[in-house]
């Protein structure tokens, strides 16, 4: 996925400039241009750009050169590691839990559904506090180590995505009922961690943002989005839609396995109540209740596991027929979604084919939200400057002093100033002609 799909959409673009701005300059830049609707941590991006720090510089060091996208491949490598490092932990729990059959179900499902393999390298916050939601996933799983689990969604909700709250709270619960976890224990570990993780983004974001008062991101998203209802200018969805279009999308045929699974009252109650939470709000995301996916796959491998050992062969083949039918259509959805970054395919050709330097690009609106991010960039030392001022005319930026422009269709009129260097197609749609 990683490989088929290099280039990066607008949503992902705040902490991957930001992890640009740590590597290439030490300090934060492109928030003060672009701050976004609300101001998000930067805690996540300065840990993962520390991560990419070494071996990016050794190997520009080794190369002589600034490797440009193979920077931004790296840093999605080392967020994508990070995921993966997370639901292995989650395999191997399945395994000593549930047995190797349950494994390797718990494996096929996670492989062959398309959203979290794809976003698994991606810098969206979703997926950057997702490898915290399954390492507590695989602690809660052995049966140990509670106060981990508790300490690990505490810290992602309170840093990078306060959601996870709406998740803790049903599995905290749960925990004590079934007697997982002391009182003591639950609330100290709350405690310490919660401490710890809100004094950590009060003082790296209040800092980077410049705020005059003390800022908590999270707090002041829940205040902006939930309170204030301002999630809705993004689109509002009825109250069903996770239910009905985004679980069955993001989890495919792992769902109706792990609604009949022998363990489902231990998997499914607790994300279950975190759907119908979310489902309250107006604005709806697959992404906003990705977490669910490593619990839905966990009860059906387990459900899966029953069906294979009763050695009926109806049941065998339809296990492995939905298996194989999850792959073919990842395989199909990952091709069409490479197509879908038609600014990062321009900015990469225009590279290509302009060899010298004092090149002064502007980049319209369309192509900085389908690929064309800051790693995608040379440095200003080659002599490259670009530009992002939304709304210029052709007529502004023939008086505005660029040499080349990133933009859109300007229609079948012939320019007289401007020349077409390259076409690049974005995607539209499937079709089918029947």
Same mark, same amino acid.
């Given at each position: 996925?990683?490989?088929?799909?290099?280039?990066?959409?607008?949503?992902?673009?705040?902490?991957?400039?930001?992890?640009?701005?740590?590597?290439?300059?030490?300090?934060?830049?492109?928030?003060?241009?672009?701050?976004? /609707?609300?101001?998000?941590?930067?805690?996540?991006?300065?840990?993962?750009?520390?991560?990419?720090?070494?071996?990016?510089?050794?190997? #520009?060091?080794?190369?002589?050169?600034?490797?440009?996208?193979?920077?931004?491949?790296?840093?999605?490598?080392?967020?994508?590691?990070?995921?993966?490092?997370?639901?292995?932990?989650?395999?191997? /729990?399945?395994?000593?839990?549930?047995?190797?059959?349950? #494994?390797?179900?718990?494996?096929?499902?996670?492989?062959?559904?398309?959203?979290? @393999?794809?976003?698994?390298?991606?810098?969206?916050?979703?997926?950057? /506090?997702?490898?915290?939601?399954?390492?507590?996933?695989?602690?809660?799983?052995?049966?140990?180590?509670?106060?981990?689990?508790?300490?690990?969604?505490?810290?992602?909700?309170?840093?990078?995505?306060?959601?996870?709250?709406?998740?803790?709270?049903?599995?905290?619960?749960?925990?004590?009922?079934?007697? =997982?976890?002391?009182?003591?224990?639950?609330?100290?570990?709350?405690?310490?961690?919660?401490?710890?993780?809100?004094?950590?983004?009060?003082?790296?974001?209040?800092?980077?943002?410049? %705020?005059?008062?003390?800022?908590? @991101?999270?707090?002041?998203?829940?205040?902006?989005?939930?309170?204030?209802?301002?999630?809705?200018?993004?689109?509002?969805? @009825?109250?069903?839609?996770?239910?009905?279009?985004?679980?069955?999308?993001?989890?495919?045929?792992?769902?109706?396995?792990?609604?009949?699974?022998? +363990? /489902?009252?231990?998997?499914? +109650?607790? @994300?279950?109540?975190?759907?119908?939470?979310?489902?309250?709000?107006?604005?709806?995301?697959? =992404?906003?209740?990705?977490?669910?996916?490593?619990? &839905?796959?966990?009860?059906?491998?387990?459900?899966?596991?029953?069906?294979?050992?009763?050695?009926? =062969?109806?049941?065998?083949?339809?296990?492995?027929?939905?298996?194989?039918?999850?792959?073919?259509?990842?395989?199909?959805?990952?091709? &069409?979604?490479?197509?879908?970054?038609?600014?990062?395919?321009?900015?990469?050709?225009?590279?290509?084919?302009?060899?010298?330097?004092?090149?002064?690009?502007?980049?319209?609106?369309?192509?900085?939200?389908?690929?064309?991010?800051?790693?995608?960039?040379?440095?200003?030392?080659?002599? %490259? &400057?670009?530009?992002?001022?939304?709304?210029?005319? =052709?007529?502004?930026?023939?008086?505005?002093?660029?040499?080349?422009?990133?933009?859109?269709?300007?229609?079948?009129?012939?320019?007289?100033?401007?020349?077409?260097?390259?076409?690049?197609?974005?995607?539209?749609?499937?079709?089918?002609?029947?």
């Amino acid at each position: 996925h990683l490989y088929n799909a290099p280039f990066t959409k607008v949503e992902e673009s705040f902490n991957l400039h930001a992890i640009y701005d740590i590597l290439t300059y030490g300090e934060l830049r492109d928030h003060r241009t672009f701050p976004g /609707a609300v101001p998000r941590s930067f805690v996540p991006s300065m840990f993962f750009g520390f991560l990419a720090f070494f071996p990016i510089n050794s190997l #520009e060091v080794l190369f002589s050169k600034d490797l440009a996208l193979a920077s931004q491949l790296l840093v999605r490598m080392v967020v994508g590691l990070a995921n993966v490092l997370g639901l292995v932990a989650v395999q191997n /729990a399945m395994k000593r839990r549930f047995g190797s059959t349950a #494994e390797t179900f718990y494996v096929l499902f996670t492989v062959t559904q398309f959203h979290v @393999p794809f976003y698994a390298s991606r810098t969206l916050p979703n997926m950057l /506090a997702l490898p915290l939601v399954t390492y507590a996933l695989a602690w809660i799983l052995e049966r140990r180590r509670p106060r981990r689990a508790i300490a690990c969604l505490v810290v992602a909700a309170v840093i990078v995505r306060a959601e996870i709250a709406l998740l803790l709270a049903p599995l905290a619960v749960q925990m004590l009922v079934k007697r =997982r976890i002391s009182l003591s224990a639950l609330v100290g570990s709350g405690l310490v961690s919660g401490t710890l993780a809100l004094a950590t983004t009060v003082v790296v974001d209040t800092y980077n943002w410049r %705020w005059e008062t003390a800022l908590w @991101p999270e707090l002041y998203s829940i205040w902006f989005n939930v309170y204030e209802g301002k999630s809705a200018e993004w689109g509002v969805s @009825p109250p069903w839609d996770y239910i009905l279009k985004h679980l069955p999308k993001l989890t495919t045929f792992a769902l109706p396995l792990a609604l009949v699974s022998p +363990v /489902a009252s231990e998997f499914l +109650v607790a @994300p279950g109540i975190f759907i119908l939470a979310m489902s309250a709000l107006a604005h709806k995301e697959w =992404r906003f209740i990705v977490y669910v996916v490593p619990f &839905v796959n966990v009860a059906a491998s387990v459900s899966a596991t029953a069906l294979w050992q009763t050695r009926n =062969r109806i049941f065998r083949l339809i296990l492995i027929g939905g298996i194989l039918g999850c792959a073919i259509l990842s395989t199909f959805l990952s091709h &069409v979604s490479s197509l879908n970054y038609p600014g990062g395919t321009a900015m990469q050709i225009l590279h290509q084919r302009v060899p010298y330097s004092n090149v002064h690009v502007h980049i319209c609106n369309k192509a900085a939200q389908t690929g064309a991010s800051l790693f995608t960039f040379r440095r200003m030392e080659q002599g %490259w &400057v670009y530009n992002k001022t939304e709304h210029l005319t =052709r007529q502004d930026l023939a008086r505005g002093g660029f040499t080349h422009a990133v933009v859109e269709d300007w229609g079948a009129e012939k320019d007289k100033v401007w020349d077409v260097l390259a076409e690049v197609k974005g995607f539209a749609g499937v079709k089918l002609q029947l």
